[in-house]
């Protein structure tokens, strides 16, 4: 039994570093004129673009996907209608 308890936390261990080195999902926060939007990120391919991260909000209005261009600078490819220019580097600053 005791075996069994050190072998799931050593799991559970492992879990939370891979999460933490190879994130490619967690929750995210923009800020809205109004109010924040809370949703999920998610890292896809998209487009050519290799690391582009794609926001959904909980409520499916907002529609965001980043990515780093040419210059490494994170550009908005793709999303919803209309959407604030500042969502860009928010989002970007959250998948670090």
Do not use: C
Not at 80 to 88: F, G, I, N
């Amino acid at each position: 039994m005791n075996e069994f308890k050190t072998l799931a936390a050593i799991k559970r261990y492992i879990l939370k570093f891979t999460n933490l080195i190879m994130k490619q999902q967690f929750e995210a926060v923009l800020t809205g004129t109004d109010t924040l939007v809370d949703g999920i990120a998610n890292k896809i391919n998209f487009s050519g673009y290799d690391n582009a991260w794609e926001f959904k909000s909980v409520d499916n209005n907002v529609h965001l996907i980043i990515a780093k261009d040419d210059d490494e600078n994170w550009v908005r490819v793709a999303g919803s209608e209309p959407y604030l220019s500042s969502w860009v580097d928010e989002l970007a600053e959250q998948t670090v």
